[in-house]
C-alpha cells in the first residue's frame, strides 16, 4: 500500500503545483496544512503559533506559524519541519493529498512507527 | 599536427570560412585554428569595441600576416603562450586537429557551464549564500545556553529561515536577525513542549528534544 501512495501521491489534479509555477509557501498554506493535519495549535509563542501534529496520541511533527497582518508572510522552515520538498508540502496545501498519505510518507522514510512494527515490540 | 608545442588556438564563428590554399583546411565541424609552434605573435592590438588585430609571423621563412578578430565570450586572449582565443573575422591559415577539438571541447563546456551558473542565480533569486550565526543566549528568557548552536541563516524569496540544523527546528523572519529571534522563540517553546509530553513523543521530537538538553538548559 505504501509503495503505491508514495508513487501516486503527487496531486495531478487542476490545483497541483508544476514546476515552473510554484507559489511561495505563506501563512493561508500553512494554516491550511495545519487543518489538514489536524494539528494542535499552540499560540503561546511570542512570533509564532505552534502547530503540533499527533498521530495514534504520539506527537510526530510540529512547525511554526507565523502572526502578523500579511496573510504573504513566507513558512519556507516548513518543508524541513515536515520532511517533505517544498513542492510537496505546497501540493499538501493546495490539494488532496490526504493526511493518511503524508503519515504513510512519514511512515515510509523511517519518522514514523509503523503499526505493524508497534505491534511486534508490543 | 600532435607535435603543436605552443600553438595559437582560435574558435571560428561558423560562417567565416578560412581561405588558405597552401594550408591543411580543418574537418567538418572544426571550429578552432592552431598556427603552429613556428608561428608567433609579433603585435597585438585590442580596442575597447573588442576588435583585436594580431601580426603574425612564420619564423620558418619570415613571412607575415594578420588576423583580425573580435572577442568572443571569452573575452581575453592569453599572449603569454602564444595562445588567442578569439572570434575570427579574417582570412587565416588554417592548422590543427587533435589540440583544436580539446579547445573547441572546452569551450564549448565553458559557454554551457557559464549559462547554468546564470540560471541558478537567477533560480535561487539572488547570490545569497546561506550564513551561519551563533546563538550564544536566550535572553530575556530562563535559560542559558550550554552547547554550541549554529542557526544557518538563508533567503527564502523575499524573508529569511534560521534553522538548528542539529535539531531541525527552523523558523522564518523578515531579516535575518528576524529570523534568528523566531528560531530562539521556538527551540524555547518547543524545550518546554517536548519536555512536558516526553513519554509520547514520536522519532523526530524525541530526538530534537535530546539535541536541545544537550545545548541548553532552565536556568536555576
Same mark, same amino acid.
Given at each position: 500500500?505504501?509503495?503505491?501512495?508514495?508513487?501516486?501521491?503527487?496531486?495531478?489534479?487542476?490545483?497541483?503545483?508544476?514546476?515552473?509555477?510554484?507559489?511561495?509557501?505563506?501563512?493561508?498554506?500553512?494554516?491550511?496544512?495545519?487543518?489538514?493535519?489536524?494539528?494542535?495549535?499552540?499560540?503561546?509563542?511570542?512570533?509564532?503559533?505552534?502547530?503540533?501534529?499527533?498521530?495514534?496520541?504520539?506527537?510526530?511533527?510540529?512547525?511554526?506559524?507565523?502572526?502578523?497582518?500579511?496573510?504573504?508572510?513566507?513558512?519556507g522552515?516548513?518543508?524541513d519541519?515536515?520532511?517533505?520538498?517544498?513542492?510537496?508540502?505546497?501540493?499538501?496545501?493546495?490539494?488532496?493529498?490526504?493526511?493518511?498519505?503524508?503519515?504513510?510518507?512519514?511512515?515510509?522514510?523511517?519518522?514514523? +512507527?509503523?503499526? +505493524?512494527? +508497534?505491534? +511486534?515490540?508490543? | 599536427?600532435?607535435?603543436?608545442?605552443?600553438?595559437?588556438?582560435?574558435?571560428?564563428?561558423?560562417?567565416?570560412?578560412?581561405?588558405?590554399?597552401?594550408?591543411?583546411?580543418?574537418?567538418?565541424?572544426?571550429?578552432?585554428?592552431?598556427?603552429?609552434?613556428?608561428?608567433?605573435?609579433?603585435?597585438?592590438?585590442?580596442?575597447?569595441?573588442?576588435?583585436?588585430?594580431?601580426?603574425?609571423?612564420?619564423?620558418?621563412?619570415?613571412?607575415?600576416?594578420?588576423?583580425?578578430?573580435?572577442?568572443?565570450?571569452?573575452?581575453?586572449?592569453?599572449?603569454?603562450?602564444?595562445?588567442?582565443?578569439?572570434?575570427?573575422?579574417?582570412?587565416?591559415?588554417?592548422?590543427?586537429?587533435?589540440?583544436?577539438?580539446?579547445?573547441?571541447?572546452?569551450?564549448?563546456?565553458?559557454?554551457?557551464?557559464?549559462?547554468?551558473?546564470?540560471?541558478?542565480?537567477?533560480?535561487e533569486g539572488a547570490a545569497y549564500h546561506p550564513v551561519e550565526m551563533?546563538?550564544?543566549?536566550?535572553?530575556?528568557?530562563?535559560?542559558?545556553?550550554?552547547?554550541?548552536?549554529r542557526a544557518l541563516v538563508r533567503q527564502d524569496?523575499?524573508?529569511f529561515v534560521a534553522t538548528f540544523v !542539529?535539531?531541525?527546528?527552523g523558523?522564518?523572519?523578515?531579516?535575518q536577525? !528576524?529570523a534568528v529571534?523566531?528560531?530562539? !522563540?521556538?527551540?524555547?517553546?518547543?524545550?518546554?513542549?517536548?519536555?512536558?509530553?516526553?513519554?509520547?513523543?514520536?522519532?523526530?521530537?524525541?530526538?530534537?528534544?535530546?539535541?536541545?538538553?544537550?545545548?541548553?538548559?532552565?536556568?536555576?
Amino acid at each position: 500500500m505504501g509503495r503505491s501512495l508514495l508513487a501516486n501521491w503527487q496531486c495531478y489534479g487542476p490545483y497541483s503545483v508544476g514546476k515552473t509555477d510554484m507559489p511561495t509557501l505563506n501563512r493561508d498554506h500553512a494554516r491550511a496544512i495545519a487543518k489538514k493535519l489536524r494539528a494542535t495549535i499552540d499560540k503561546s509563542g511570542k512570533a509564532h503559533d505552534i502547530a503540533y501534529i499527533y498521530h495514534n496520541g504520539v506527537l510526530v511533527a510540529h512547525f511554526g506559524i507565523r502572526r502578523g497582518s500579511d496573510r504573504n508572510l513566507p513558512h519556507g522552515h516548513i518543508p524541513d519541519a515536515l520532511h517533505l520538498r517544498p513542492r510537496q508540502t505546497l501540493n499538501l496545501a493546495i490539494c488532496t493529498l490526504t493526511r493518511e498519505q503524508w503519515i504513510q510518507i512519514m511512515t515510509d522514510a523511517g519518522w514514523i +512507527e509503523s503499526e +505493524e512494527s +508497534e505491534a +511486534e515490540s508490543d | 599536427m600532435t607535435q603543436l608545442i605552443s600553438p595559437l588556438a582560435i574558435p571560428l564563428l561558423g560562417r567565416h570560412k578560412p581561405v588558405a590554399p597552401s594550408w591543411p583546411e580543418a574537418g567538418e565541424g572544426e571550429n578552432l585554428i592552431v598556427l603552429p609552434a613556428s608561428f608567433q605573435i609579433m603585435q597585438a592590438t585590442i580596442t575597447t569595441g573588442g576588435k583585436q588585430t594580431y601580426d603574425i609571423i612564420n619564423k620558418q621563412n619570415a613571412e607575415e600576416q594578420d588576423i583580425t578578430a573580435y572577442a568572443s565570450d571569452f573575452a581575453s586572449v592569453m599572449l603569454g603562450g602564444n595562445i588567442g582565443v578569439f572570434s575570427l573575422l579574417s582570412n587565416v591559415p588554417l592548422v590543427g586537429q587533435g589540440f583544436a577539438a580539446q579547445i573547441s571541447l572546452l569551450w564549448k563546456e565553458m559557454r554551457s557551464i557559464k549559462k547554468q551558473v546564470k540560471k541558478l542565480a537567477r533560480r535561487e533569486g539572488a547570490a545569497y549564500h546561506p550564513v551561519e550565526m551563533s546563538i550564544l543566549h536566550f535572553e530575556p528568557e530562563p535559560f542559558e545556553v550550554t552547547g554550541g548552536i549554529r542557526a544557518l541563516v538563508r533567503q527564502d524569496k523575499d524573508s529569511f529561515v534560521a534553522t538548528f540544523v !542539529d535539531a531541525n527546528i527552523g523558523a522564518s523572519g523578515e531579516t535575518q536577525n !528576524d529570523a534568528v529571534a523566531n528560531l530562539k !522563540d521556538m527551540m524555547v517553546a518547543l524545550f518546554g513542549r517536548l519536555s512536558k509530553e516526553e513519554g509520547r513523543l514520536g522519532k523526530e521530537p524525541a530526538r530534537q528534544l535530546a539535541v536541545l538538553r544537550a545545548v541548553l538548559r532552565r536556568k536555576n
